[in-house]
């Protein structure tokens, strides 16, 4: 069993920069691929990005690759979302997800969720 808190939302200006945390419990973290979603209202939730367990490999949605990083500390049981060129667009609730089946994108895949949380992005 994986706990999950996500923090770090806001309010931002276009063009500004946030950056999320996830914590999470347990003594195996590094053995789960972390991923973040997010989901606007009246839209399903959508991939964000993530990370995998140990290898550092990442993959992310075409909508934010190349301004938004995962990256992760195992010592701390924690992943991150660094979001820069922040857009109204990128308004939803952001959750952390952790995976035992690898650099996934699928919501199916995860199997633990955080609570999420908010970023509003105005214009």
């Known amino acids: 069993q994986v706990q999950l808190v996500a923090s770090g939302g806001g309010l931002v200006q276009a063009g500004g920069s946030l950056r999320l945390s996830c914590a999470a419990s347990g003594r195996t973290f590094s053995s789960y691929a972390m991923g973040w979603f997010r989901q606007a209202p009246g839209k399903e939730r959508e991939f964000v990005g993530a990370m995998s367990g140990s290898s550092g490999s990442t993959e992310y949605a075409d909508s934010v690759k190349g301004r938004f990083t995962i990256s992760r500390d195992n010592a701390k049981n924690t992943v991150y979302l660094q979001m820069n060129s922040l857009k109204p667009e990128d308004t939803a609730v952001y959750y952390c997800?952790?995976?035992?089946?690898?650099?996934?994108?699928?919501?199916?895949?995860?199997?633990?969720w955080g609570q999420g949380t908010q970023v509003t992005v105005s214009s």
């Open positions: 997800a952790a995976s035992r089946a690898g650099l996934v994108s699928e919501k199916w895949n995860y199997a633990f």
